[in-house]
């Protein structure tokens, strides 16, 4: 039987590294093709491709098996339940300093911004409007220029009229809301 394959990620010392191995594997089970395996590799295998302890491995698989994203069975193996779809929280653990910490030593480019109308399964945390302001980056590491990941940021248009496209460069969206823009962060989804 073929093993569904997880995306790769660079480990941040700054978090734990459960956490950061949890979130990869999350997003990669979140953003699967329709056809791709349901069955996960061993933790042994798991733990060999995020170059941690299968300890820590077996922390992360439990964090997804608590959320319902994965079932695991004793001698048969672990696998994705087949319901699992975008839509819960991604829990996010630290400060906003710690998540903004988190994404330093990356460059930005910004690939696309534009008013946009709300997507249908944004439209609970956005009921008062028709259209959003989107911004659509690119990340890579700072160092060897290999992109790490992409981000679409929705933002209310009233807080997107005082965003600096340069600072939207240089920073995270979370640190130009919260700095830049004065955007009251109390929590990150």
Do not use: C
């Not at 700054?14 to 979140?30: G, H």
């Not at 791709?36 to 933790?43: F, G, M, N």
């Amino acid at each position: 039987m073929t093993s569904f394959a997880p995306d790769s990620i660079v480990l941040n010392r700054k978090l734990p590294l459960w956490y950061q191995v949890s979130q990869s594997l999350r997003a990669s089970i979140l953003g699967r093709a329709p056809g791709d395996p349901l069955r996960l590799p061993t933790e042994e295998q798991l733990a060999g491709h995020y170059g941690v302890s299968v300890l820590t491995m077996r922390q992360a698989l439990k964090e997804l098996e608590d959320e319902g994203l994965i079932t695991r069975h004793r001698r048969r193996g672990t696998f994705i339940e087949p319901g699992a779809q975008r839509g819960a929280p991604v829990r996010l653990l630290g400060s906003v300093d710690a998540i903004v910490a988190q994404q330093s030593g990356m460059t930005t480019e910004l690939l696309d911004h534009g008013g946009r109308p709300v997507p249908g399964e944004l439209a609970e945390h956005f009921p008062d409007l028709a259209e959003v302001a989107t911004y659509h980056r690119l990340r890579s590491d700072e160092k060897t220029g290999e992109p790490t990941n992409h981000a679409r940021n929705y933002v209310r248009p009233e807080l997107a009229e005082r965003i600096d496209l340069d600072d939207l460069v240089r920073w995270p969206m979370t640190k130009v809301l919260r700095d830049a823009v004065g955007a009251d962060i109390s929590r990150i989804t």
